[in-house]
């Protein structure tokens, strides 16, 4: 009886053991495959290229052209979080670098790198307010379903200090669930 309690005490510690190294597992560093899926769907983002996105998807949402604007506004918010996502791979080294390797570096790398975050940031809340906005044609066009759907993603990348646009959102939100 003592050998049967044995196998189950070491099965009990082997079986976390083994999810544990299967979860440790380091990642092929030559599996460019999410990055390249990307690029071919999104290619490479500029600066000038994501503003063209939001000219054109604003234009379109003053027009009140909401089939337009919403397509619009939904690949400028897809290319806006692209740009934030590459702005932010070259940060990568100092995010994975440890406190004693990152206190080498000069106030004037980290004011550097500080703006590089920022810009990352920026792009990250011009993505939530195109979603915003997009969902704003979606009502407009009469697909609560999308609406709502857009909002809970919304919902979950608004930052709180930004409460022009969560508050915009979380009022639309609340009015298509019937929530006064």
Not at 131 to 137: K, S, T
């Amino acid at each position: 009886m003592k050998a049967l309690g044995m196998l189950f005490i070491m099965m009990g510690l082997f079986v976390p053991l083994t999810l544990i190294a299967q979860e440790t597992k380091p990642s092929d560093p030559f599996d460019l495959t999410a990055t390249e899926t990307k690029m071919k769907e999104l290619g490479i983002p500029t600066v000038s290229l994501v503003d063209e996105f939001e000219q054109n998807a604003k234009d379109l949402f003053t027009a009140g052209k909401w089939r337009e604007a919403a397509t619009a506004l939904h690949e400028y918010a897809k290319q806006a979080n692209w740009l934030a996502n590459l702005i932010s791979a070259g940060l990568e080294p100092y995010y994975n670098a440890s406190y004693d390797d990152r206190k080498f570096l000069s106030y004037s790398q980290l004011n550097s790198l500080g703006s590089f975050e920022e810009k990352a940031n920026e792009y990250k809340r011009k993505r939530n307010r195109a979603m915003v906005m997009q969902v704003e044609c979606m009502v407009k066009l009469g697909d609560k379903e999308k609406a709502v759907a857009l909002l809970v993603k919304a919902l979950d990348l608004i930052n709180v200090k930004n409460d022009l646009w969560w508050t915009r959102a979380r009022k639309q939100f609340y009015s298509l669930i019937g929530l006064k």
